[in-house]
Structure formats: structure tokens, C-alpha cells
């Protein structure tokens, strides 16, 4: 969400962001609901503070005479609130409906595009590896080596399902516990937050489309069953499974005023994630690559609203993935995502693309994104500025660390041996325990 009053500064800009991010909004429309609510809400103060005088006179009438007609007055300005007031809310639900598409504007060095297509690779490793062999898939490998099951998965948990086994569960947790460990070295507070959240962080940070849950677009799991407050009575609130720890950790700070002193404030989060993938039918069908549940260390950085800093902050993020990378061997490839491919609240986004030697490919293993203030305001989250005391909304960025069925798969489908063997990559060596997967006989 932007400050309206930027809006009404930067029509134009505001209008180049809808069209280059493709996002339906009227903003003529916006901005004449803006107005109608400044205007009801002028007159409504005006009326509040005639009341005022009103209370006033009544007190200071002297004959029953004058203060029956000073009444009747108030009883005119009254009625005249009970109008308008239903009326201004209703101005400030379309006016809320509108702001909440809002789009960020884009970075100045982010691609103009308008698709995935137009993406723009800004660094890439090097060489795909080659193989003496034809390089089998990590569904092949997962079966020949006995640690993925797909086809129970299905069985028990339905469309994109699976289990991991044996040494494709030390993998996962090993990367999990790998990344985690290498953020906290790197001066990250490492958590373990809620998955299980109510709306608005939801909507804070930018997964609702709209002010509200929608399960046509969102590709968010409600969860249908209420549960109870502490006195025992129904939950009225709605609950959800986020699809990333970030909702979550950004919310941890909603509705506070941190210190500048404190700030930058850096985040990992360890989550389980669950994903409708509503908006993704029919791709990716087969195997690991797109599921409904997988684990994930996400970053989140909270920070000052300095525009000059914060993309040196958003690659030092970025950086941290792709050292992750390195170390683990993978070839990998950095895009620059164009204003087409970015959702409305973004500023600045990147994407890392690990090799997938048995889908011949690049595969999404993470994304970096800079929402400047965007989130913030809807979240509330200010800092208190260390010179002046003024309160002012926080920057957020965050950035996935590491996901944990994607890079398997790349580890899987990199390392594979003719026989199908794995070689286990050599950061990842103390949490399996051996240094090959070897086919099961």
C-alpha cells in the first residue's frame, strides 16, 4: 500500500506502474474516491465540532425557550451525521478496496517487460554439466534410490503428493539445517514461526490480491475448521497456512514502533509451506518441482526508509542464496525480473534458477524481493528516527534462502552417477552421513 498523498504527487509514475505491471485498477476512479472521502469526512468534523458547540450552548442557555431551540439545532446536526456517516464508510470501503491494488512503483533498474519472458540474466555461473550417460530424472533417481515415493504420496495426500524416505530425508533437513546455520553465522536471528496465521498478515504482506481472502485467485489454504479463544468460546477470526515463513515474520513487528538503533532487523525463518498452486493447472505435473507442501529458510530484513541503501541491502540478501549455491555445486543463473513478472507491492526482484540436468532446464530455487514501504504500511510497522524522533514507515525486503524440493532436485539430477548413484555434496556430508546415495539392490 503507498501513502495516498504520494498517489496524488505521482499520478503519472502511478500510472506508468499499473500499465507495466498489468494491474486492473482505475486510477482516475481512485482518486476520485479519494476526494469524495476528504470531502465527507470535512464536512462530517464540521458537523462533529458544531455538536461540540452545541453541548456547549446548551449549558450556557438562559431561558427554556433559547435552549429548546439550540436543542432543536442539535438534533438537525445529528441527523445530518447519522446521513453521512454510513455514507463516508461506505466512500472509505470502495476507496480501501481501491488502494489495496495499488502497485509499487518499479526500481529504475528494473527491466520494462511483460511477461516471465522478458525476465533479464544478469549473471550465470558457467557450464551446465555433461554427462557420459543420459541423465535420468529425480523421479527416476528418487525411486531407484528409495527415498522419494510418489505414487503413495498420491495415494494418502492426493494431487502432488509425496513422501520422502531415508537418505532424501537427511538431504532436505541437511539443507535446512545448513542454511539456517549459515544465516544465523551471518548475524540473522534464526526463527521458527507461526504457519498457522490469521488474515492480516496475510493481507499485509501482499498474498491477498484484495483486502479479503479470495480462494478463486489467492493461493492461499484456508483452513475450515474453527478453533477456540481461551474462555473457551468460538474463534470468530479466519485462519490460514501461509505459503512462506515471511507473512509471518513481517507481522511479528506489526503495529509497533521499533528503534533506529536496532534496524537493520534480520530474519530467518524455518517454515513448513503450503501452496494451492490454483494459479499453475496443468504445469509442472510430474515429480517434486511444483507441490502443495515443502519446507523452506526464508530471509526478512526490516530497515530504515533510505532508498539509497536498501538495493545494497537486497544484494547482500541475494548474495548470501548464491554463495548457498556455490557451496553446494550447483549451476545456477540470476534473472532480473521485468515489470510484467512482478506482483503489485514489489519494487526491486530477482529470481536464482538452479541447472536441472534431467529436465534439461533452469528451475526456480529462489526470489529476492524489495517492497520498499509497501507492506509496512499495511502491516504498521514505523521506527522511530534516531535525530529527528519522527515516526517513519520501515523498509522490508526478503529473499528465500534456500526451498527445499527444488534444490533436491538439483542436487539429485547434478550428482547422479551412471549407475544412479548420488554423490552427496560435501557441506551437506555431516547431516547424511555418507558421501554417496548408492542404488538400493
Known amino acids: ?40 469526512l470535512q464536512e462530517i468534523e464540521e458537523l462533529k465540532s458544531l455538536k461540540n458547540d ?40 470502495e476507496f480501501d478496496v481501491l488502494m489495496a491494488n495499488v502497485p509499487n512503483i518499479v526500481s529504475p533498474d528494473t527491466p520494462l517487460g511483460k511477461s516471465d519472458a522478458e525476465n533479464v540474466e544478469v ?43 531415508n537418505e532424501g530425508t537427511l538431504l532436505v533437513m541437511g539443507l535446512m539445517m545448513y542454511a539456517i546455520q549459515k544465516l544465523a553465522a551471518k548475524g540473522y536471528t534464526p526463527m521458527i514461526p507461526p504457519t498457522l496465521v490469521k488474515g492480516f498478515p496475510l493481507f499485509g504482506s501482499g498474498y491477498f490480491k484484495g483486502t479479503e481472502y479470495d480462494g478463486n485467485i489467492d493461493e492461499i489454504y484456508q483452513v ?30 506489526s503495529g509497533e514502533v521499533l528503534e533506529e538503533r536496532n534496524l537493520p532487523l534480520k530474519l530467518a525463518g524455518f517454515s513448513q509451506c503450503y501452496r494451492s498452486e490454483i494459479g499453475s493447472y496443468g504445469k509442472d505435473t510430474k515429480g517434486m518441482y511444483r507441490v502443495h507442501e515443502f519446507m523452506k529458510v526464508e530471509q526478512v530484513i526490516i530497515t530504515t526508509a533510505d532508498i539509497e541503501s536498501v538495493n545494497t541491502i537486497q544484494d547482500d540478501m541475494l ?80 529473499n528465500t534462502a534456500l526451498p527445499s524440493p527444488r534444490v533436491l532436485i538439483a542436487i539429485l539430477e547434478n550428482y547422479q552417477q551412471s549407475d544412479g548413484s548420488v554423490v552427496v555434496p560435501e557441506v551437506l556430508r555431516p547431516f547424511v552421513g555418507k ?7
Open 54 to 93: 452545541i453541548n456547549d450552548l446548551i449549558h450556557q442557555a438562559e431561558t427554556e425557550e433559547a435552549r429548546a431551540e439550540i436543542i432543536a439545532k442539535g438534533k438537525e446536526i445529528k441527523m445530518k451525521l447519522d446521513e453521512r456517516e454510513p455514507f463516508l464508510e461506505a466512500i472509505q470501503t
Open 123 to 165: 549473471f550465470n555461473s558457467g557450464a551446465v554439466p555433461t554427462f557420459a550417460f543420459p541423465p535420468r530424472t529425480h523421479i527416476e533417481l528418487g525411486k531407484m534410490l528409495d527415498i522419494l515415493d510418489l505414487e503413495r504420496g498420491t495415494k494418502v495426500s492426493g494431487y502432488r503428493g509425496y513422501y520422502l524416505k
Open 319 to 398: 548474495a548470501l542464496s548464491e554463495e548457498m549455491h556455490r557451496e553446494l555445486g550447483l549451476p545456477y543463473r540470476k534473472l532480473q525480473i521485468c515489470s510484467g513478472d512482478m506482483s503489485a507491492g514489489k519494487y526491486r526482484a530477482f529470481d536464482l534458477e538452479a541447472w536441472m540436468p534431467g529436465m534439461n532446464r533452469y528451475g526456480e530455487t529462489g526470489s529476492s524481493s524489495n517492497f520498499l514501504d509497501w507492506q509496512s504500511r499495511r502491516l504498521n510497522v514505523k521506527y522511530k528516527d534516531g535525530k529527528t524522533g519522527e515516526k517513519k514507515y520501515a523498509y522490508m525486503l526478503n
Open 224 to 253: 475450515a475448521t474453527s478453533d477456540k479463544e481461551a474462555d473457551g468460546s468460538l474463534a470468530k477470526e479466519e485462519k490460514f497456512l501461509v505459503g512462506t515463513s515471511e507473512p509471518s515474520l513481517l507481522a511479528y513487528y
Open 435 to 441: 558421501d554417496l546415495i548408492a542404488v538400493k539392490k
Open 1 to 40: 500500500m503507498l501513502d495516498i498523498q504520494f498517489i496524488r504527487d505521482n499520478k503519472d509514475a502511478l500510472a506508468g506502474a499499473i500499465a507495466n505491471k498489468h494491474i486492473d485498477l482505475d486510477l482516475e476512479m481512485l482518486l476520485k474516491k479519494d476526494g469524495e472521502r476528504r470531502s465527507i
